[in-house]
């Protein structure tokens, strides 16, 4: 080895050698330009186009399809990850009540569906895929109501479907006779309010309305005027503050069977004038229950948020378009009292309201009808054990809109929230079968049918009770919206409210003398017709009321939150901001170091 490494030394000395002296001897005075002119002319662009061509197609269209995945999974709000992560566990559902209250203890303690998780459909992973089933398939049980007709005290018709324990016992429905519901009945009979442009034929509604029945419980829709398939037929409409027809209702079931019990769902705009009702009556109302599922309760903050982004904007447009359907089926009578044309050409709810609502209504603006309708401004007297169900993600209803205080400070209201759920979908199983907004009010009726504060409750529904809120929403004469968005006008005539039965093909005439009927529908005390001045007073007060109060619910939201919010806006300043702060320091830097290394290398 070392005679080997000996003899190669001289030919390694001799090579280095060379190459020094090569070097060394190049010509220093070489002219470079034309060969940085040849670089110069090749752009890095054609060579990074050629790179790109070299890529196979195929890792292109993986490419794409995975960044249209990410932008999917964004846009449509996907939480199945999330799910995955939990190891689909499920939400534990938010419960806000007084802690005062004897009654909210006692009923969430026997909820047991209260106190567990939801978990969504692993496929609905979404909102918007919630709400767009339940829209589209809902998958409903089959079923057949019994049809009542229930004449207004202005000549208008509403619809009263109806459906039984005997119903669908088996499985499947019947229709019954008239004598299958005694005057002596005791069980119970649950009200179901459904939401904006819906009838008892929507998804929901049958899932509500078949569960309770199969449980047991008489359920009865009441189908908004102009739906359910029955025509207008008085220039009256309903709209989301519209609680007279509500009111007349429950007066009449209570009437035909005072021996039964009497609990009310909402949903949507449905529960809004539910909440609203039973705000303004307080602790006469005849319900022993009720449960509101994802109300908008701020009606303005609602109108705000679903034009705030491009998905809500879509609902927006859909909503709207609803609404033009229902006003092409009553033509006749709204294009006489309502902007016709401008109602044609509405492309969004507040348009429709503002050339329909708000021209008959006669409010001054769009906002002073959302502000007068909201609910949140009759929750703090709600006199009747509630239950509020609202989903953090709903895409309609918005949470930033839910009386959060109001509802802790009241000791009759039990509110219920999930992080995920949609608009009234909160479809639950690997088949999506079953709604779970549907087993939480099975439930809480259940609880409250054999809770001792009911007994108590009824009691109290004898005694004198103050008197209503009033709302200058109700008051005629006036033109009403419905909350489709379609109003017409309204006597003051008093006539006496009449049932008409479908399946026995004739009208029977209700023995209630519905009295004088007021502004809104409840009897005029003689002392007030007497004192019209105290009248304009408490009117007034009302008025400066229904201004103050939303405005200063606003501002202990805004003083509340306002610490959290400042720390939320930096840190989202801070990652929105970045990627344009980082490249524009990154090219800083690169100039920088750039024009330095020359000047170093040429000082040298």
Same mark, same amino acid.
């Given at each position: 080895?070392?005679?080997?490494?000996?003899?190669?030394?001289?030919?390694?000395?001799?090579?280095?050698?060379?190459?020094?002296?090569?070097?060394?001897?190049?010509?220093?005075?070489?002219?470079?330009?034309?060969?940085?002119?040849?670089?110069?002319?090749?752009?890095?662009?054609?060579?990074?186009?050629?790179?790109?061509?070299?890529?196979?197609?195929?890792?292109?269209?993986?490419?794409?399809?995975?960044?249209?995945?990410?932008?999917?999974?964004?846009?449509?709000?996907?939480?199945?990850?999330?799910?995955?992560?939990?190891?689909?566990?499920?939400?534990?559902?938010?419960?806000?009540?007084?802690?005062?209250?004897?009654?909210?203890?006692?009923?969430?303690?026997?909820?047991?569906?209260?106190?567990?998780?939801?978990?969504?459909?692993?496929?609905?992973?979404?909102?918007?895929?919630?709400?767009?089933?339940?829209?589209?398939?809902?998958?409903?049980?089959?079923?057949?109501?019994?049809?009542?007709?229930?004449?207004?005290?202005?000549?208008?018709?509403?619809?009263?479907?109806?459906?039984?324990?005997?119903?669908?016992?088996?499985?499947?429905?019947?229709?019954?006779?008239?004598?299958?519901?005694?005057?002596?009945?005791?069980?119970?009979?649950?009200?179901?309010?459904?939401?904006?442009?819906?009838?008892?034929?929507?998804?929901?509604?049958?899932?509500?309305?078949?569960?309770?029945?199969?449980?047991?419980?008489?359920?009865?829709?009441?189908?908004?005027?102009?739906?359910?398939?029955?025509?207008?037929?008085?220039?009256?409409?309903?709209?989301?503050?519209?609680?007279?027809?509500?009111?007349?209702?429950?007066?009449?079931?209570?009437?035909?069977?005072?021996?039964?019990?009497?609990?009310?769902?909402?949903?949507?705009?449905?529960?809004?004038?539910?909440?609203?009702?039973?705000?303004?009556?307080?602790?006469?109302?005849?319900?022993?229950?009720?449960?509101?599922?994802?109300?908008?309760?701020?009606?303005?903050?609602?109108?705000?948020?679903?034009?705030?982004?491009?998905?809500?904007?879509?609902?927006?447009?859909?909503?709207?378009?609803?609404?033009?359907?229902?006003?092409?089926?009553?033509?006749?009578?709204?294009?006489? *009292? %309502?902007?016709? =044309? #401008? /109602?044609?050409? +509405? @492309?969004?709810?507040?348009?429709?309201?503002?050339?329909?609502?708000?021209?008959?209504?006669?409010?001054?603006?769009?906002?002073?009808?959302?502000?007068?309708?909201?609910?949140?401004?009759?929750?703090?007297?709600?006199?009747?054990?509630?239950?509020?169900?609202?989903?953090?993600?709903?895409?309609?209803?918005?949470?930033?809109?839910?009386?959060?205080?109001?509802?802790?400070?009241?000791?009759?209201?039990?509110?219920?929230?999930?992080?995920?759920?949609?608009? *009234? %979908?909160?479809? =639950? #199983? /690997?088949?999506? +079968? @079953?709604?779970?907004?549907?087993?939480?009010?099975?439930?809480?009726?259940?609880?409250?049918?054999?809770?001792?504060?009911?007994?108590?409750?009824?009691?109290?529904?004898?005694?004198?009770?103050?008197?209503?809120?009033?709302?200058?929403?109700?008051?005629?004469?006036?033109?009403?919206?419905?909350?489709?968005?379609?109003?017409?006008?309204?006597?003051?005539?008093?006539?006496?409210?009449?049932?008409?039965?479908?399946?026995?093909?004739?009208?029977?005439?209700?023995?209630?003398?519905?009295?004088? /009927?007021?502004?809104?529908?409840?009897?005029?005390?003689?002392?007030?017709?007497?004192?019209?001045?105290?009248?304009?007073?408490?009117?007034?007060?009302?008025?400066?009321?229904?201004?103050?109060?939303?405005?200063?619910?606003?501002?202990?939201?805004?003083?509340?939150?306002?610490?959290?919010?400042?720390?939320?806006?930096?840190?989202?300043?801070?990652?929105?901001?970045?990627?344009?702060?980082?490249?524009?320091?990154?090219?800083?830097?690169?100039?920088?170091?750039?024009?330095?290394?020359?000047?170093?290398?040429?000082?040298?």
């Amino acid at each position: 080895m070392l005679s080997i490494y000996s003899l190669d030394f001289p030919l390694i000395f001799f090579f280095i050698s060379f190459s020094l002296f090569s070097l060394d001897s190049f010509p220093k005075s070489m002219d470079w330009e034309p060969l940085a002119a040849a670089k110069a002319s090749i752009s890095p662009y054609d060579l990074l186009f050629q790179a790109l061509a070299l890529i196979p197609f195929s890792h292109y269209f993986f490419a794409a399809s995975f960044l249209f995945l990410i932008f999917l999974y964004s846009f449509l709000e996907i939480h199945f990850l999330q799910d995955l992560l939990t190891l689909f566990r499920g939400d534990p559902v938010t419960l806000n009540y007084n802690s005062c209250s004897e009654l909210a203890q006692s009923v969430v303690a026997n909820c047991k569906i209260l106190q567990g998780r939801y978990l969504a459909t692993p496929w609905l992973s979404s909102p918007h895929l919630q709400t767009a089933f339940l829209s589209f398939l809902g998958r409903p049980p089959p079923l057949t109501y019994r049809r009542h007709l229930f004449r207004a005290f202005d000549g208008g018709t509403i619809a009263l479907d109806w459906l039984t324990y005997t119903d669908v016992v088996g499985g499947t429905s019947c229709m019954l006779d008239s004598s299958a519901a005694l005057k002596g009945d005791k069980t119970p009979i649950v009200i179901v309010i459904p939401g904006l442009t819906s009838d008892s034929a929507a998804a929901y509604v049958k899932h509500l309305a078949f569960n309770l029945a199969r449980q047991g419980w008489n359920v009865v829709v009441s189908n908004h005027r102009g739906l359910g398939g029955v025509s207008l037929t008085s220039d009256c409409c309903y709209n989301a503050g519209w609680t007279e027809d509500l009111r007349k209702i429950i007066d009449h079931i209570r009437c035909e069977y005072p021996e039964a019990p009497l609990y009310a769902v909402g949903t949507s705009i449905g529960a809004n004038i539910l909440v609203k009702y039973l705000g303004e009556d307080g602790a006469n109302t005849p319900l022993v229950g009720a449960a509101a599922i994802c109300s908008p309760w701020d009606l303005l903050i609602c109108d705000r948020f679903i034009n705030r982004r491009p998905m809500q904007k879509l609902y927006d447009r859909a909503l709207t378009v609803g609404l033009q359907g229902y006003a092409q089926l009553h033509q006749s009578i709204l294009s006489r *009292l %309502a902007n016709w =044309e #401008g /109602i044609e050409k +509405s @492309s969004s709810l507040r348009d429709f309201d503002n050339h329909a609502t708000r021209v008959l209504r006669k409010f001054e603006t769009v906002d002073t009808y959302y502000r007068r309708s909201s609910s949140t401004n009759y929750v703090e007297n709600v006199s009747v054990p509630l239950l509020c169900v609202s989903a953090l993600d709903d895409p309609v209803c918005t949470s930033e809109a839910i009386p959060w205080d109001e509802c802790r400070l009241n000791e009759n209201i039990i509110l219920a929230t999930t992080p995920h759920g949609g608009h *009234l %979908a909160f479809y =639950e #199983g /690997i088949t999506a +079968s @079953s709604i779970w907004w549907v087993r939480v009010v099975n439930e809480f009726f259940g609880v409250l049918r054999t809770s001792p504060h009911i007994e108590g409750r009824k009691k109290m529904q004898g005694s004198t009770m103050p008197k209503p809120l009033q709302s200058s929403i109700d008051q005629a004469p006036y033109l009403n919206v419905m909350e489709d968005g379609m109003v017409t006008a309204m006597s003051n005539e008093q006539t006496d409210a009449f049932v008409e039965d479908i399946s026995n093909e004739h009208t029977t005439h209700s023995n209630k003398d519905e009295g004088t /009927i007021s502004d809104k529908g409840t009897s005029v005390d003689l002392t007030d017709k007497l004192n019209p001045e105290k009248q304009i007073m408490q009117q007034v007060e009302q008025n400066v009321k229904d201004l103050i109060v939303p405005v200063q619910g606003r501002i202990d939201k805004l003083s509340r939150r306002s610490r959290q919010s400042i720390w939320l806006l930096v840190y989202i300043a801070v990652i929105t901001t970045w990627p344009f702060v980082g490249s524009v320091l990154l090219s800083v830097l690169k100039r920088r170091f750039k024009t330095f290394k020359p000047g170093t290398l040429f000082r040298k």
